[in-house]
């Protein structure tokens, strides 16, 4: 579904070598990096393939290829969502959960901030894009990756709403980390070097002090450490 999601495609691949695999163009540069030697094809393959009353569909401008599927079923659509929007019911503890929070994150339906704030090009465009979805195809059943999911007649509304509280100011503690910074070379397990940029940004909660470090290697993959 989009270019971090790819765990198991190497795996799948080797057990059904005959099937291709496809992927958002946008997602190519960095699955290929994951799957040397295995061909990528764009998701054409896969549109011809499907049967009718499926769908699989793209925002404008997600910069790691997000891939939204939507199938016709007999009490309306279904709609299966990977990153863009998350409906977690509870968020984790520890420094895991402060940071999440920090970023944004909540319990509940909402569009997912590092989405939001990384891999959107355009936030408008977008906005536009999936109100325009919602109301071509209105899901009554909500299944994302990421949490719990939504069904019945109401499920479009709220995917309506999540999309413009993000746009009014869904917001964490830390205003939009900045990674254009120093870079850093570090050394995997295996020897391999890895250049990293780094930022930081230190914040008081609760009366204690906290520092956030964020670093983006090459592959555009966000680390971060409290």
């Known amino acids: 579904p989009n270019h971090f999601h790819n765990a198991g495609l190497a795996r799948w691949h080797?057990?059904?070598p005959a099937a291709t695999i496809v992927a958002h163009p946008r997602a190519h540069a960095r699955l290929r990096k994951k799957l040397p030697g295995r061909t990528i094809a764009d998701l054409t393959p896969l549109q011809a393939a499907l049967p009718p009353g499926v769908r699989i569909f793209s925002p404008p401008g997600a910069k790691q290829g997000e891939t939204l599927v939507s199938v016709q079923l007999p009490g309306g659509p279904a709609w299966f969502v990977t990153d863009a929007l998350v409906n977690e019911s509870r968020l984790p503890g520890g420094p895991l959960g402060?940071?999440?929070?920090?970023?944004?994150?909540?319990?509940?339906?909402?569009?997912?901030p590092f989405f939001k704030r990384l891999f959107l090009a355009d936030r408008a465009a977008y906005k536009q894009w999936l109100h325009a979805e919602l109301d071509r195809d209105p899901p009554t059943l909500f299944l994302p990756a990421h949490g719990d999911p939504l069904h019945g007649p109401d499920t479009a509304h709220r995917l309506h709403a999540a999309t413009d509280a993000a746009s009014v100011g869904q917001r964490g503690v830390l205003p939009t980390v900045r990674l254009a910074r120093p870079t850093v070379s570090?050394?995997?397990?295996?020897?391999q070097a890895?250049?990293?940029q780094l930022s930081a940004s230190r914040f008081t909660m609760d009366g204690s002090d906290y520092l956030v470090v964020a670093a983006r290697d090459g592959d555009d993959c966000l680390w971060n450490s409290t």
């Open 186 to 191: 570090f050394r995997t397990r295996d020897g």
């Open 14 to 16: 080797d057990r059904f």
């Open 194 to 196: 890895l250049a990293m």
């Open 98 to 112: 402060l940071l999440l929070r920090l970023f944004g994150f909540r319990p509940g339906l909402i569009t997912n």
